[in-house]
């Protein structure tokens, strides 16, 4: 157990994750840490999930059924447990119709709605001498998050911002403004600390990359029955996660190449690539989202697990949750060799590649042979990082610049 050296203060600070996700998206960083500042801090913190707004949030409905709408929304989310915050905004009748999620644009979003829904949250939730943080995971919220309103600004920048550029949640100015308002700045990835102090050399730049719960991959990894996928005496080679930096190319390719080993793919397909499923080769089982308690049970069926992201500036600024995921079961590691997944490679623990030639040869190194010593490297890399040492170390950070200003 982490060891904090909480102030004595008179009420708990009150922290709000303005996240990049809604809260039943794919149960990523913000959900994991939530549950472990939850879990282990609660005693001198408060803590909310402020959802990212998504078109599924914006209600088109009569006035007098909206507190209705959000009460039902309250009660489902705090049945678990979770402090959870509706950022809600009434779409003007001009963007009713089927076209309404095209429609949304930045200037409704940019809504003083939304200005107005925090600074009331606030107001609700928080005492006048309560101590108030915000954890900010998307350069979207920027415009709305004052150093009026908050005693202290952190940025959890944890994806590069190439992946939102074409987005309209997303402005580099916004960005820009961000990493200057904040006093803390978290991040992920080596390319991400360096983009940050580009910006602002003397910000207080600390590295948090992601984590895994070991301890729920190795509960789980028998937990169901897989009935869509019927094994056989055949290696298997697996990915899971989403597809959007995924070179479907490359994994092909290597399928055609090792005919005698069953690719299986988990995880929601994008639309370009739904287009393309039909192009796969026949030992490519493509098996679909799946719940987050089953997870454990496929990729215990992998041999070799892959990180076939396409190599690219964005895809280097990314740590990715999965190989910490693989690392929990002690499965191998075959990567493309991005500069987070290098420092892993020391032919025992992962393996990257920057050809396919290198590709299948990384994978048919690891069928060929696997030392019990390097499972279990792998599984202490997973156990070292933690998501509760993650959310350790984050709120290390915060309570040591609030006892700074005390």
Not at 175 to 204: C, G, Y
Request: proline share 3%.
């Amino acid at each position: 157990m982490l060891q904090l050296n909480h102030r004595e203060m008179s009420e708990r600070t009150a922290v709000f994750y303005f996240s990049c996700i809604t809260y039943d998206s794919l149960y990523q960083r913000p959900q994991q840490l939530l549950r472990e500042w939850r879990a282990n801090f609660a005693d001198s913190y408060e803590f909310y999930y402020v959802e990212y707004p998504a078109v599924k949030h914006f209600v088109v409905q009569r006035l007098r059924h909206f507190k209705h709408s959000i009460e039902a929304l309250l009660k489902k989310h705090n049945n678990k447990g979770d402090s959870f915050v509706l950022t809600w905004l009434c779409v003007p009748r001009s963007l009713w119709g089927t076209a309404l999620p095209e429609r949304i644009s930045q200037s409704v979003l940019s809504s003083r709605l939304i200005e107005s829904a925090i600074r009331k949250t606030l107001n609700k939730q928080c005492g006048r001498t309560q101590t108030k943080v915000a954890i900010v995971a998307s350069s979207f919220w920027e415009p709305f998050i004052s150093k009026d309103d908050f005693d202290l600004v952190c940025y959890d920048y944890l994806d590069p911002v190439d992946h939102f550029a074409t987005s309209d949640y997303f402005q580099q100015e916004q960005h820009e403004k961000l990493i200057k308002k904040s006093d803390i700045i978290f991040v992920t990835a080596q390319n991400l600390r360096e983009d940050a102090l580009s910006m602002a050399e003397e910000k207080d730049v600390v590295t948090v990359s992601n984590g895994t719960d070991a301890n729920f991959f190795e509960m789980n990894k028998d937990s169901c029955e897989i009935t869509d996928y019927t094994r056989t005496d055949k290696k298997r080679v697996g990915y899971m996660g989403s597809y959007w930096p995924v070179d479907m190319d490359l994994i092909f390719a290597a399928a055609r190449e090792l005919t005698e080993v069953d690719f299986l793919l988990i995880g929601p397909l994008d639309r370009q690539n739904q287009r393309r499923a039909h192009q796969k080769p026949e030992n490519v089982f493509i098996l679909g989202t799946k719940e987050r308690k089953q997870l454990p049970a496929y990729a215990q069926m992998f041999d070799v697990a892959l990180i076939p992201f396409k190599i690219g500036t964005m895809t280097d600024s990314i740590d990715p949750v999965k190989l910490y995921e693989y690392f929990s079961l002690g499965k191998p590691v075959v990567a493309t060799a991005t500069r987070e997944l290098k420092k892993f490679d020391d032919g025992r623990l992962l393996r990257t590649a920057k050809t396919q030639d290198e590709f299948v040869d990384a994978i048919n190194a690891f069928l060929k042979y696997d030392a019990q010593e390097w499972q279990e490297s792998r599984r202490q890399i997973a156990r070292q990082n933690s998501w509760y040492s993650k959310a350790g170390a984050m709120m290390d950070c915060i309570e040591s610049r609030i006892g700074e200003r005390s």
